[in-house]
């Protein structure tokens, strides 16, 4: 069975820094892509960035560009999702999601993660 | 980018009733490219659709996609007590890049 297992929810104040992981098991986690999705509260979604496990090729929205950083470490099948200075508005829940078509940076979100809720507030 | 536009914003019906939501492209979309997704509060969201009208792994036949171009659309025949979520519509562009509708909420009339 496909599964995307986030770590927990988070509180932290702005200017913190805040590392949130995925780990992936059930399937071969360096042959798909993962991508992150970003859900501010009671809004739509919003792609953050993908990586590839098998060679870390990472791309990113332009939007997020810059304001987070994503990693992977293929030995314990597990991405990650970081921001150096949190903001207030980076308050939302974040998903990691498979995407659905093996080697492929593109196509249909098929696997999701349970999602990590993030606080920031002073 | 291609903007994606749904209607309704919210669909009341009753159970045993069909839903038909709509999403429509800015620019002409492939259909290889169209997906649909349900969330349910508290959840995250579950892929239902792919391709424009191939349902994903366990998704009951009573939900189907259909469209081409630029108007897609999701139908749920005979709604289920678990099918009152909200429903999102998204596409895959070049780079890659994707963007989704901003939803359609499905509630019990």
């Known amino acids: 069975e496909v599964q995307l297992v986030q770590s927990g929810a988070e509180v932290k104040k702005p200017g913190e820094s805040l590392k949130i992981s995925c780990k992936g098991s059930?399937?071969?986690?360096?042959?798909?892509?993962i991508v992150w999705v970003r859900q501010m509260p009671g809004k739509g979604l919003e792609w953050m960035g993908i990586?590839?496990?098998?060679?870390?090729?990472?791309r990113y929205n332009p939007s997020f560009q810059g304001q987070v950083t994503i990693s992977v470490d293929r030995s314990i099948s597990t991405a990650y999702l970081q921001w150096s200075s949190l903001k207030a508005s980076d308050t939302a829940i974040y998903y990691c999601?498979?995407?659905?078509?093996?080697?492929?940076?593109?196509?249909?979100?098929?696997?999701w993660g349970q999602g990590s809720l993030v606080t920031v507030s002073s | 980018e291609i903007v994606l536009t749904q209607s309704p914003g919210t669909l009341s019906l009753s159970p045993g009733e069909r839903a038909t939501l709509s999403c429509r492209a800015s620019?002409?979309?492939?259909?290889?490219?169209l997906a649909w997704y349900q969330q349910k509060p508290g959840q995250a969201p579950r892929l239902l659709i792919y391709?424009?009208?191939s349902r994903a792994t366990g998704i009951p036949d009573r939900f189907s996609g259909s469209g081409s171009g630029t108007d897609f659309t999701l139908t749920i025949n005979r709604l289920e007590p678990e099918d009152f979520a909200v429903y999102y519509c998204?596409?895959?562009?070049?780079?890659?890049?994707?963007?989704f509708g901003q939803g359609t909420k499905v509630e019990i009339k």
């Open positions: 999601v498979r995407l659905g078509v093996r080697g492929v940076p593109g196509y249909y979100f098929d696997y």
């Open positions: 059930g399937y071969s986690f360096t042959g798909y892509w």
């Open positions: 990586i590839y496990p098998g060679d870390s090729d990472t």
């Open positions: 620019q002409s979309v492939s259909s290889s490219y």
């Open positions: 391709g424009a009208s």
């Open positions: 998204q596409q895959y562009g070049r780079s890659p890049t994707w963007t």
